[in-house]
């Protein structure tokens, strides 16, 4: 911990320069405390006669990593001085500030260095607003500064965006009055703004400049029709604060700012941003690790299986600059494996992804082998190879004979027992499942499956290739399915039963889309295979006889229909089509199983479709919890939102769940499980013991963790 305090004062000098340092590791982000001590510390620059100009910059890895979101909607925001009123403080200052940037000046921290009479940047410092991706809009007067320094149209981009660019490559846009090449510059370059301010009778105010766009009337119509999808409250404020500045007033825009800024930060879309947010670096910091505990590290990897997967996972580690050695079983299947590795850099460069050069460097950095003895290298191996247990078993002893002693030996399983796959090497400790989702090098989730053995540095290191690999990296503990498979069973179960109570495929994937799934159950069982699926569902249905099934899906499959793969699936998927049609022959099946059941059909509202959905996945999700398969709520939150399609806006299951109040979920939970008798609802809907504790208790499933 530094011994200075919050805003540390140099100076002034003996030409009257001073320098305050916001000193708040580790990213000086605008918390009350750092806001009150700065305020202090412009009073007092302001008092010192001897003070002509000021320099304003931040200790540690950045100038200001913006406002501090775990008080935005709670009082403390409101305390003074707010944000908005410490910039305005800071304009205002009769003397000249000069703000030096370096790491980062993002948000309430570009906002902050748009209030100074001049900016100095690093050429890579990251600048930008990030605000739109928290759903809210800058609301320190950043939607007002920023169109009078920059072009107004390439202010909306940034504030649309939300993201951040370094200060070298927009250095042309107006916003710095210098940009230096390395750090040591920036103070000496500060200074000689400073210098050239203080000989001014009175410092510039951004507030004071006119924010100028010729046809704005035509230009921010089009953006608010550009808005997707149409209606969303962030963007449609940010394009009108925007406007604002553009036709008013500078303090008339900073109220239209205000008033959007208070809306959006009590609005649903920006609490559900806010939560994914959080959740996302709380998955990543991973917990309870020993005290000392360091990740192994990886230099080299092998994937062991070149398949659909296998291919994937290679790329996605070559792509992070890791050397990989293939191993396929036979040439033929070694040279195709190579083959469509190598074709994706090919692929990337052809579509402008990639240099030439950087993609040279992965084909070269790839190997292929047929021998186990080549994969004694590998810090980590990875291996993919047909979902067989004995296959498995044969692979992990050869794998167990060759790897160096501190290797990561992972499985891809999505089905096997990890525990077991552990057992037939003599070192279980250092096995861990790094489930990857198709296709590998696309979808962002990666499922860390920690097993009875796996050590606490295992864990932390495929943690840590996770981020390496630019994967979003959750904990699960072994179980069928982990968390996010595992939640899939129920919720496409009940999806099968809305078929059978009266709804069609295309009803229930448009109620889910239009609630914000990227993908509605059918469509999505179409893109995985119905093969697939009934290999699944015929292994669960033999496991567990007591589980419910609807059959219409059996039936699909039992029809020839494969989904997308052979066009036929829930729906007709024509050739150049984008959008699947709905099948008539399928729907005549639906209707006839329903007949075979004996259930008259009902119309079922979009409401209940998507409440019976969710509540599948709430119920499913909260014993997971209970079983300690995942660590906390929002963990399994993240694996819906990185892997599933999950609305970020809306935050995940859990957190709808307890946004919704767990008894509130345990209410309509009873009354879905009323249902008809074959699909056994009431053991279906029965709650999980863990939600009617805590609906007991008063609680929430985000208070498990703290308060455990
Ligand atoms: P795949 O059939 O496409 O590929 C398996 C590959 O492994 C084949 O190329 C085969 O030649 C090779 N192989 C088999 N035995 C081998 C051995 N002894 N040594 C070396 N290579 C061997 O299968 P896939 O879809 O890539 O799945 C692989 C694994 O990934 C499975 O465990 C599967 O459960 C898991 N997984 C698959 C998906 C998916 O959507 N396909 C998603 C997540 C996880």
């Known amino acids: 911990m530094s011994t200075l305090p919050l805003v540390h004062r140099d100076g002034p000098d003996a030409q009257g320069i001073a320098v305050l340092t916001l000193n708040s590791p580790p990213l000086n982000t605008l918390a009350l405390p750092l806001r009150v001590a700065l305020a202090d510390a412009l009073d007092e620059v302001e008092r010192d006669p001897q003070v002509r100009a000021v320099i304003l910059t931040g200790a540690g890895r950045g100038f200001c990593g913006g406002g501090e979101i775990r008080e935005f909607g709670t009082p403390a925001m409101g305390h003074q001085p707010t944000p908005p009123q410490l910039c305005l403080r800071l304009e205002n200052l009769d003397k000249p500030v000069v703000a030096a940037l370096h790491g980062v000046a993002l948000g309430g921290g570009l906002e902050l260095a748009m209030a100074c009479h001049a900016r100095v940047a690093v050429a890579d410092t990251q600048v930008g607003l990030p605000e739109s991706q928290l759903g809210l809009l800058p609301g320190a007067g950043g939607t007002q500064r920023l169109p009078r320094l920059i072009a107004p149209d390439v202010a909306l981009q940034w504030i649309l965006q939300g993201r951040a660019h370094p200060a070298g490559t927009v250095r042309d846009t107006g916003l710095f009055d210098a940009v230096v090449e390395h750090p040591d510059a920036l103070l000496p370059e500060a200074r000689a703004v400073a210098l050239r301010l203080a000989e001014k009778p009175a410092p510039t105010r951004t507030s004071a400049r006119t924010a100028h766009l010729p046809n704005a009337p035509a230009f921010f119509a089009a953006a608010r029709a550009a808005v997707k999808p149409p209606g969303q409250l962030s963007p449609l404020r940010c394009i009108d604060a925007v406007e604002a500045a553009c036709t008013h007033p500078f303090a008339e825009g900073l109220a239209v700012e205000e008033k959007a800024f208070i809306e959006l930060v009590h609005s649903e879309a920006s609490a559900g941003l806010r939560h994914a947010f959080f959740a996302e670096r709380a998955a990543a910091h991973i917990e309870p690790l020993p005290e000392g505990v360091r990740p192994r590290p990886i230099e080299r990897a092998a994937v062991i299986g070149g398949g659909t997967m296998g291919c994937g996972i290679a790329i996605c580690l070559l792509s992070a600059g890791l050397p990989v050695m293939l191993r396929e079983q036979d040439d033929a299947a070694l040279q195709r494996a190579l083959g469509t590795v190598r074709s994706h850099f090919d692929g990337a460069v052809a579509k402008g992804r990639m240099k030439p050069e950087q993609a040279l460097a992965c084909q070269n950095a790839l190997t292929g082998t047929l021998d186990d003895t080549a994969l004694a290298d590998a810090d980590v191996l990875i291996e993919a190879v047909f979902e067989d247990m004995a296959v498995k078993e044969d692979v992990f002893r050869r794998l167990d004979a060759v790897a160096r002693p501190g290797a990561l030996l992972a499985s891809n399983t999505s089905t096997l027992d990890l525990d077991r796959i552990a057992a037939f090497t003599r070192r279980p400790q250092d096995v861990v499942g790094l489930h990857f989702f198709s296709p590998a090098q696309v979808m962002p989730l990666l499922e860390v499956v920690k097993g009875r053995a796996t050590s606490p540095e295992v864990l932390a290191a495929a943690m840590t290739l996770a981020k390496r690999i630019r994967k979003t990296g959750v904990v699960s503990g072994v179980c069928d399915g982990f968390i996010g498979n595992r939640m899939l069973e129920p919720y496409l179960r009940q999806a099968g039963f809305l078929l059978d109570e009266g709804a069609l495929p295309q009803q229930v994937d448009r109620a889910m889309e239009a609630w914000g799934m990227a993908m509605g159950p059918f469509r999505m069982s179409d893109l995985a295979g119905h093969d697939v699926g009934a290999f699944i569902r015929r292994r669960r249905q033999a496991e567990h006889p007591e589980l419910t099934f609807s059959r219409t899906a059996e039936r699909v499959f039992e029809s020839g229909r494969l989904g997308q793969k052979n066009g036929q699936g829930w729906y007709d998927h024509l050739p150049g089509e984008k959008r699947p049609r709905p099948s008539a022959e399928v729907q005549a099946l639906i209707e006839d199983e329903s007949a075979r059941l004996g259930l008259t059909r009902r119309a079922i509202s979009d409401e209940e479709i998507v409440s019976r959905l969710l509540l599948a996945l709430v119920n499913e999700g909260a014993q997971v919890l209970?079983?300690?398969?995942?660590?906390?709520?929002?963990?399994?939150?993240?694996?819906?939102?990185?892997?599933?399609?999950?609305?970020?806006?809306?935050?995940?299951?859990?957190?709808?769940?307890?946004?919704?109040?767990?008894?509130?979920?345990?209410?309509?939970?009873?009354?879905?499980?009323?249902?008809?008798?074959?699909?056994?609802?009431?053991?279906?809907?029965?709650?999980?013991?863990?939600?009617?504790?805590?609906?007991?208790?008063?609680?929430?499933?985000?208070?498990?963790?703290?308060?455990?």
Not at 688 to 705: D, M, V
């Open 626 to 708: 209970d079983e300690g398969i995942a660590f906390q709520a929002s963990d399994i939150d993240v694996v819906y939102l990185a892997g599933y399609g999950f609305p970020r806006w809306r935050g995940g299951p859990m957190f709808q769940a307890d946004r919704m109040g767990l008894p509130g979920v345990l209410q309509a939970m009873r009354r879905w499980s009323h249902g008809p008798a074959y699909q056994d609802p009431g053991r279906f809907w029965r709650p999980a013991p863990l939600l009617e504790r805590l609906a007991a208790q008063g609680r929430t499933l985000a208070s498990l963790r703290t308060e455990d």
